[in-house]
C-alpha cells in the first residue's frame, strides 16, 4: 500500500459521518483558501509580478513547499492540488485591492474551524491532526482523492 493510500485511509477512519463529510467539503477548502489569504498578506520583499496580478509572495512560495510535499505523496493529487493551490492564489490576488482582507480571510478560517470542530463532535472522533500534523495537508488531498475517483484518474 502507498503511503498516500494509508495517509487517506487514516484520515478517513475519523470522517465517517456524513455530515462530517459535508462540513469538510465545505470547511477544509475554505479553510486552506483562507489561510492562503493570510499568508499572501504578510508583506513581501520585493514586488515580483507572476502572472497578471498575481504577484510573487509568501503563500505562493509557502505553497510551492506544500505541494512538493503532495508531489511526494502522489504526483496526480499533487497536479489536482496545484490547480487549486493556484486558483486560491489567484482568487486572493483578485482580493488584494479590498480593504479588509485580514477580517475576511481571519472570519473565514474562524468560522470553519468551528464548524470542522463541530463535524468531529457530531462524528464522536477527534481531528486527526491531534495525531500527527501532516494531516492538515492530507485533508484536502483526501477531498481531491474523492474527486479523482469519481473522474476515474488514478492516485
Known sequence: MSKFKSLIDAYGVSHQNKTNKLIHWVCVPAIFFSLVGLISIVPFPWEISLIGSVNLNWAFIALLLVLVYYM??????????????????YLCAEL?????????????FAVSWVFQF?????EGKKPSFLQDIQFLLIGP?????F?????NIPF
Open 96 to 108: 488584494e485591492a479590498l480593504e479588509y482582507t485580514l477580517w475576511i480571510y481571519t472570519g473565514i
Open 118 to 122: 463541530i463535524g468531529h463532535h457530531i
Open 141 to 145: 488531498a483526501w477531498l481531491m482523492h
Open 72 to 89: 511526494s505523496l502522489s504526483i496526480s493529487i499533487s497536479v489536482g492540488m496545484t490547480l487549486f493551490a493556484f486558483c486560491c492564489i
Open 147 to 151: 474527486i479523482f475517483k469519481k473522474l
